[in-house]
């Protein structure tokens, strides 16, 4: 048995099938996160990456196939029962609340993860431990500066990075980030997906990501989709030295790119 | 080369709010400039204040070679699309409830750049000519968005963050367009971009800004030499 079949299986997506008419979104997708995996997801645009993670967060349901998580099957089961249970996820466009700050925005959700979800309409800063930890989630994703600005006038940059801490403040223990950090800038992106990293060792997370570096830095494990079915998947090694990996997706690295460079 | 665009001590932002605090800079015809800066600095400002979509408090903008210079200052964004500016802003913005197909043709003019070599360039629109926006990934998004700045045939190209979003593959694809475009056609493009190297590569131009003010310009050459100064601009600790 090989090292990865020995660990326990955390979620596990079972010949998932996503129509939308005539067009398969998902084809007979089969998917095992493992206990604290750091797998990616990766593939052309358009391979049905965001609908998988739909399907698997319960936004879309599926057409055939269900989705198992610490063996239960939740196939059925709502997105914020799911949350509940620890699965959670950070969305490619930001879904934010925007005439809040970023300060409000945290203490309701840490608020929520501590069970005082109920008591919303007390006075922010009533609780010491809820703000103790929206000040730690604050300062790790450089967001104290504009915590009480509303989340509608921050540049991009800082909207995915408190779309981040949001998913964080839910403490989950089966992360799924669709593209986290796509407009972040250059110097922050190492940062941030080390934090994500450093999460406790049992803490699953299943990544989409188009930046190569960091998701070959992040990942020892990584499933490709194209044309909504899994073409392969292993290690990264492997991954980055399959042709068929780079004929349809990877490309031949930035030495084309530079060819041209100041022609 | 002729100058093709020149900002003279621009002042915008949004209503009462400031942001810009007087930039100026030129652009030569078939130049590419990469527009560089730390989160909220006002890159995706100056991009938006160029297609119109600000509130300009000072300052002028003039594009045009020769006697044909406009000032675009004043001009609402559609006539400064006709007057040559094609934009891709940051959050896509494609037409939703129209196709694909649609998308392009409804802004197309005439010029080297049509829908069918925009399929070229991106053979996965081609695929999905008949689909409406919302049936599409953000990469195909992103795609579409490019395409329909193309198509419009512009002389000046102002990507804001382009590669975001789409595959290696793909953004080799545009990067090699882009240099082929500026280099064969004449097209000037601004390109604010996360990668700088990336960019870099394919510019001629540097401007970065810090809070709302130039505080470098230079060629691309120069910053791609010397990766300290250009993290030090950028604020990145190595």
Known sequence: MSEREAQTTVLHAQQLVKRFGGITATDHVTLELKKGARHALIGPNGAGKTTLINLLTGVLPPTEGRIVLDGQDITDLPPHLRVQRGMVRTFQINQLFDSLSPLQTLALTVSRQQGLGARWWQKLGRNAQVMARCEQLLERFHLSEVMNQPTRVLPYGKRRLLEIAIALSCEPRVLLLDEPVAGVPAGEREELLQTVAALPADVSVLLIEHDMDLVFSFAKYMTVLVNGAVLTEGEPEAIANDERVKAVYLGHGTEATLEDGHG | ?238
């Open chain 2, 1 to 238: 080369m002729a100058e093709l665009l020149r900002i003279e001590d621009l002042r915008a932002g949004y209503g009462e709010a400031v942001v810009l605090q007087g930039v100026s800079l030129a652009l030569e015809q078939g130049q590419t400039l990469a527009l560089l800066g730390r989160n909220g600095t006002g890159k995706t400002t100056l991009i938006n204040t160029l297609a119109g979509a600000t509130r300009q408090h000072g300052g002028r903008i003039y594009l045009g070679v020769g006697a044909q210079q406009v000032d675009l200052s004043r001009l609402p964004s559609f006539e400064r699309a006709a007057a040559g500016i094609g934009w891709v802003p940051q959050e896509r913005n494609i037409f939703k409830s129209l196709t694909v197909h649609e998308n392009l043709t409804a802004v197309a003019r005439p010029g080297p750049w049509s829908p069918q070599s925009v399929y070229q360039m991106f053979p996965r629109l081609a695929e999905r000519k008949g689909n409406l926006g919302t049936q599409l990934s953000g990469g195909e998004q992103q795609m579409l968005a490019v395409g329909r700045a193309l198509v419009l045939n512009p002389r000046l190209l102002l990507l804001d963050e382009p590669l975001e979003g789409l595959a290696p593959i793909i953004v080799e694809e545009l990067l090699r367009a882009i240099a082929r475009i500026t280099r064969e056609e004449g097209l000037s493009a601004i390109i604010v971009e996360q990668h700088p190297q990336a960019i870099l590569a394919i510019s001629q131009q540097t401007v970065v800004l810090d809070r709302g003010t130039v505080v470098h310009q230079g060629t691309a050459a120069q910053l791609q030499a010397q990766p300290e100064l250009l993290d030090s601009l950028l604020g990145v600790a190595r």
